[in-house]
């Protein structure tokens, strides 16, 4: 398995509360990607990373942060957690030109 | 920007051939992946096509026409744990790295 690894693996919060997720990588990558996936919605991109410090948004950030200070590290932070929230949280890593490659997952219920 | 199209759902049967289709319309292009996502579990990478023409690994193929936007993945010899969702997808560069919703395919007897 590629060496990425997301944690939590599962979170209970309440609303309005922070939540920050976590994926590392040991593979030295560029590209970080935070996806959500919904039923219904496939995978949808919240944010991604190019680089150390480099970053931009997708296609549903709004409610969502991120920041990357090292290059193995790429954390997400939902400010004040709601409902719509709720989901699963996907994680992945790539090189130019090469696949990539995605952590477990983490289920974030918001109640 | 990116429009990818798949279709939301297949059957077939085991031992049987599938195609699973992805239209694009795209500003640029870099190549194109497709992935699979057995219920609960990660998505994990069965080809990449950035050249056109048709990829072979194993029981899966997968075919590319970048003057169509029009790739394809190819399932022979159907079995019953290939019953999962297959999305193709697009890395990125100057634009959103973007996957297609899925196509979910359901293998029976």
């Known amino acids: 398995d590629a060496g990425i690894t997301q944690s939590p693996r599962h979170k209970v919060t309440e609303t309005g509360t922070p939540v920050t997720l976590r994926c590392h990588q040991t593979?030295?990558?560029?590209?970080m990607y935070w996806y959500r996936q919904d039923p219904g919605h496939g995978l949808r991109l919240i944010h991604y990373?190019?680089?150390?410090?480099?970053?931009d948004k997708g296609e549903v950030s709004d409610g969502y942060s991120v920041s990357r200070s090292k290059t193995e590290d790429f954390l997400l932070t939902l400010e004040s957690a709601t409902s719509s929230q709720t989901s699963v949280y996907f994680c992945?890593?790539?090189?130019?030109?090469?696949?990539?490659?995605f952590g477990q997952g983490t289920r974030l219920t918001v109640v | 920007g990116q429009n990818i199209d798949q279709p939301t759902e297949m059957t077939a049967t085991e031992g049987a051939i599938v195609q699973i289709n992805c239209t694009y319309q795209t500003s640029g292009f870099n190549g194109l992946f497709w992935y699979q996502q057995h219920a609960g579990e990660a998505p994990t990478f069965l080809s990449y096509?950035?050249?056109?023409g048709l990829e072979e690994k194993g029981r899966f193929s997968s075919f590319l026409s970048r003057s169509k936007g029009y790739s394809y993945l190819l399932l022979k010899e159907l079995q019953m744990k290939d019953s999962a969702s297959y999305l193709c997808f697009f890395p990125g560069g100057s634009y959103i790295p973007t996957f297609g919703r899925g196509t979910s395919l359901i293998v029976h007897p």
């Open positions: 992945a890593i790539r090189d130019d030109g090469t696949e990539a490659f």
């Open positions: 096509n950035v050249l056109d």
């Open positions: 593979e030295n990558h560029r590209y």
């Open positions: 990373s190019y680089g150390v410090k480099d970053t």
